[in-house]
Structure formats: C-alpha cells, structure tokens
C-alpha cells in the first residue's frame, strides 16, 4: 500500500512545476528573441557588405584580365537588391550570365544616410578623397574610375545601405574604393563608422 501511493505521486508533475517551467521559459524567451534578431540582422548587414566588396573585387579582376573597363551596376529585383558586373560599354540590364551577387532582401542602397538614427556621410576625413556615388568603374590596369561615354577618369566611390529591422535600431554599413583601388567597409557603431 505504501508503495502504490508512493508509485503515484512520483508519476509527473505537479500544475504549480508545470506554470513555474513554462513562466522560466516566457522570460527567457522575451529576452532571447530581440537579441536573435539583432544578431541575425547584423550578419545580414555585413553579409551583404561582404558579398559587394567581393563582387568589387571581382570586377576589378576582370578588367585586367580582359583588358577593358568593367563597371559594377546595383539594381533591386523582388528579393532585394543585387549588384552585377558589365563591360562599361554594354548598356544592357542584368541576365544570367553576368556575375552578380545578392545583397539580401533586408538591405536597402541609398545614396546619403538620412532618417533618424542616421550617421553623417563618410567625409575626405575618413575616406582621405571625395568620394561620387555612380556605378563603379574599374580601367584595364585595375584602377577605379567614373566611365561616361567612353571616357574613365580616376574617382574614389562610397556606397551606403541600411537594414529594415523587424525590430531595433536601423543598421547601417558602407563600402569604399579609393582611387587607388582599395576597397574598404564601414560599419556603423550607432555612434561613429570603424572599418
């Protein structure tokens, strides 16, 4: 008799452990859901800072290797923006057989940071040249230049972009290419830009 009653009370929990358990895991979740999304938001944001400054990278190779000017152009498809390399020539949009690279669908391209929270633009302080915001163009011995209609002066470029959180401050991050050719990114502290 005594180990039946036993057998009994040691068969689950009881109601009171049962509220207490799920109340633990209501706070926890609380406070470990903003800081996922802050998390994944942030590796979205340098993900698509990385992706740019390699495709860059790209187009800058392939000018020397095929002896021309390429330039990298940005559009924005359905899943978010996309930027994609081209001979300076070619006039034509994106298709399948240029090299391209997502910038993921949170990321937005703008030409200067604006809206609250915004940094200021990147100065000749920190860049150390004036930076222009047109499609990047790199010459046949690698060196950036601003192509417009045959014509590929050497320039420094700065691009910026932000993330639509679902939640949380705004991230910002920017890309430089000085016009020696290095290409640089800058993220955004919330209070200054840090490479």
Same mark, same amino acid.
């Given at each position: 008799?005594?180990?039946?009653?036993?057998?009994?009370? &040691?068969?689950?929990?009881?109601? @009171?452990?049962?509220m207490? /358990?799920?109340?633990?895991l209501? @706070?926890?979740? /609380? @406070?470990?859901?903003?800081?996922m999304?802050?998390?994944i938001?942030?590796?979205?944001?340098?993900?698509g800072? =990385?992706?740019?400054?390699?495709?860059l990278?790209s &187009?800058?190779?392939l000018?020397?290797?095929?002896n021309? =000017?390429?330039t990298?152009? *940005?559009?924005v498809?359905?899943? !978010?923006p996309?930027? *994609?390399?081209? #001979?300076?020539?070619?006039?034509?949009?994106?298709?399948? #057989?240029?090299?391209?690279v997502q910038? !993921?669908?949170?990321?937005?391209? %703008?030409?200067?940071?604006?809206?609250?929270g915004?940094?200021?633009?990147?100065?000749?302080?920190?860049?150390g040249f004036?930076a222009?915001?047109?499609?990047p163009?790199f010459?046949?011995?690698?060196?950036p &230049?601003?192509?417009?209609?045959? %014509? &590929?002066p050497?320039?420094?470029?700065?691009?910026y *972009? #932000?993330?639509n959180?679902p939640m !949380?401050?705004?991230?910002?991050?920017?890309?430089?290419?000085?016009?020696?050719?290095r290409i640089?990114?800058?993220?955004?502290?919330g209070?200054a830009?840090?490479?």
């Amino acid at each position: 008799m005594y180990t039946e009653a036993r057998r009994s009370r &040691c068969r689950g929990f009881s109601l @009171i452990e049962l509220m207490i /358990v799920i109340g633990v895991l209501l @706070i926890l979740g /609380v @406070i470990a859901i903003p800081n996922m999304m802050t998390v994944i938001s942030n590796a979205r944001l340098q993900g698509g800072g =990385t992706n740019l400054s390699g495709l860059l990278q790209s &187009c800058r190779t392939l000018a020397i290797n095929q002896n021309t =000017t390429m330039t990298t152009h *940005f559009m924005v498809l359905a899943n !978010g923006p996309v930027a *994609f390399v081209k #001979k300076a020539s070619d006039a034509s949009g994106l298709n399948g #057989k240029d090299t391209q690279v997502q910038l !993921g669908a949170p990321l937005t391209k %703008v030409t200067t940071p604006t809206g609250p929270g915004a940094p200021a633009a990147l100065t000749t302080t920190e860049l150390g040249f004036t930076a222009v915001t047109t499609d990047p163009s790199f010459n046949s011995r690698g060196l950036p &230049c601003a192509y417009s209609g045959g %014509v &590929c002066p050497t320039s420094g470029f700065v691009y910026y *972009f #932000k993330d639509n959180r679902p939640m !949380g401050k705004i991230g910002w991050i920017a890309v430089s290419v000085s016009p020696a050719g290095r290409i640089k990114r800058w993220i955004y502290s919330g209070v200054a830009w840090g490479g």
